[in-house]
């Protein structure tokens, strides 16, 4: 059983397209995030949401937007890709007020943007 | 300036071969310390938690301990199965709970 599954794996899409990256975690966690890896696997805080409702929103440019149909998914929207957008995406999950636990880890999504 | 930086970028070892890698931070205060391995084309995958200056964690081969100011991950008799990217995260008191991140430290083993 996937803990946190996210998909697609990879994403090749040309500049200015809008495309979606979905993630759905089955551990009843209430907090989820995204990250961004780039090339030098630097893994950056995008946004996070707690139970539905957006708590962090680092600095991302607006083109990202992240939706949280229920407690389970988090999707992220990108709209305009721009070159620079191409990275790993990795969505985690955790419980609050276990993270001493540590987050758990989707395998990533791979975007390239040509 | 970086938060969390963590050396070398890259190592080398033998088989067998212990070694040490190194975390260091500079938040004002420490409420956790995190240590991830990450394979390649997969997600960070947790390992330890550390709270204060003199804690230690083992799992298996690997020893992370915890000071004022760094942490280290100690790999003793390393196996080709520890090449990874081993990444160390810092949650600060008192702002957003979610931690920062190292770049993380590329271990192989040769056989």
């Known amino acids: 059983d996937t803990a946190v599954s996210q998909t697609p794996k990879y994403l090749v899409t040309q500049m200015g397209n809008d495309k979606s990256i979905k993630c759905e975690q089955n551990?009843?966690?209430?907090?989820m995030y995204w990250y961004k890896q780039d090339s030098k696997k630097f893994l950056k805080i995008m946004f996070s949401y707690n139970n539905k409702e957006l708590i962090i929103n680092e600095t991302v440019p607006n083109r990202f937007s992240p939706k949280s149909p229920d407690k389970a998914h988090l999707n992220l929207h990108i709209n305009s890709l721009e070159l620079g957008d191409s990275a790993v995406y990795f969505c985690a999950s955790s419980q609050r007020g276990t993270e001493h636990y540590g987050y758990t880890f989707g395998s990533g999504t791979r975007l390239t943007v040509v | 300036e970086d938060q969390v930086t963590q050396s070398p970028e890259a190592l080398r070892l033998q088989e067998g071969e212990s070694s040490s890698l190194n975390c260091s931070y500079t938040v004002s205060g420490l409420r956790g310390l995190f240590w991830y391995r990450q394979d390649p084309g997969k997600g960070p995958e947790f390992l330890f938690t550390l709270y204060s200056a003199g804690e230690e964690k083992e799992k298996e081969r690997l020893k992370a301990t915890l000071t004022k100011k760094e942490s280290f991950l100690h790999i003793t008799a390393p196996k080709p199965e520890d090449s990874a990217t081993y990444l160390c995260?810092?949650?600060?008191?008192?702002?957003?709970?979610?931690?920062?991140f190292g770049r993380g430290t590329s271990l192989i083993v040769h056989p």
């Open positions: 995260a810092v949650q600060e008191t008192g702002g957003s709970y979610i931690p920062t």
């Open positions: 551990l009843g966690h209430d907090t």
